[in-house]
């Protein structure tokens, strides 16, 4: 692989990390964030995520590249699938072939990050029928010791009663959890460390992701992605959450950077996670 400048400065900002660790939680990375980098060079990619000293990865894609091949690299750099992404569809219809995957490679989650509605309705019928899918597949992963986590995007936080579509959602959650994006959640118009205090037997896992100071959330679940920025130094209280994840014993906290300096900022992301200790 030619390094180029942009990884030369993230591999010399890395060298003194080391395993990345907060008392008992590991701080991973979601692939997704390296999504661009992986498309012309998985081991690279690889071999970067390494050189960051993280060993706690959630992903599930190999790339075009075969499962026993891919498999191979992240043993090879030292990284642990402990986590993969399901889409809706595949928990609804196929669950199995989730199972199956989530044991190949030995992970403790599987995550879904969507679920489908039309431009921008998405009312309670959608979330009741989510709230059902969810709690059939969770129950098949979790009689076989893995734990289901939907990452929510903001057009949960709708009103709903006495509360939100997230709230019965919650509520309702019998075999599935809650892997709390805390861009996402904060975007949606939630408080991320309140909404930790409601649900703490909820939250499982989080991604770690700070906003733009300035951005103004909405409920659609999109935004502009170089709105995302190195942990600190938005307007989310990562350092509140982090601590509260501490108590809570959230087992992994993955970063997820999607900007188009997601390789320069994680190396400063890890620095400032580190500074927390």
């Known amino acids: ?132 899918v969810f709690n059939k597949a969770g129950k098949l992963l979790k009689e076989n010791g893995i734990t289901l986590a939907y990452h929510a995007h903001g057009y949960e936080f709708r009103p709903y009663k006495d509360g939100t579509l997230f709230d019965y959602m919650m509520q309702n959650a019998e075999n599935f959890t809650f892997e709390m994006d805390l861009f996402w959640v904060q975007h949606g118009g939630e408080d991320p460390l309140a909404l930790m205090k409601k649900y703490p037997k909820k939250v499982t896992l989080l991604h770690l992701k700070d906003m733009k100071k300035g951005v103004v959330g909405n409920n659609t679940g999109h935004e502009d992605v170089e709105t995302n920025v190195v942990l600190g130094t938005g307007q989310i209280d990562i350092a509140g959450v982090v601590a509260e994840a501490k108590k809570l014993g959230v087992e992994y906290m993955f970063i997820e950077d999607e900007s188009s300096s997601v390789v320069e900022q994680v190396p400063q992301s890890l620095e400032y996670l580190k500074s927390l200790e």
Not at 25 to 43: A, E, M, V, Y
Not at 60 to 78: A, T
Not at 122 to 130: D, L, N, R
Request: aromatic residues 10%.
């Open 1 to 132: 692989m030619k390094i180029s400048k942009k990884y030369r400065t993230a591999l010399i900002l890395a060298l003194g990390f080391g395993t990345i660790q907060s008392s008992a939680q590991d701080i991973g990375i979601q692939l997704w964030s390296l999504r661009n980098q992986f498309k012309t060079d998985i081991p690279g990619t690889l071999s970067t995520i390494k050189s960051w000293g993280i060993t706690k990865i959630e992903g599930g894609d190999s790339y075009g590249m075969s499962f026993k091949k891919f498999n191979g690299l992240l043993k090879k750099n030292g990284l642990d699938m402990v986590s993969i992404g399901a889409s809706f569809k595949e928990l609804e219809d196929t669950p199995e072939k989730i199972l199956s995957s989530a044991k190949a490679y030995g992970a403790k989650y599987v995550m879904c990050a969507w679920v489908p509605h039309n431009d921008n309705d998405f009312a309670i019928e959608e979330t009741k029928h989510a709230t059902e």
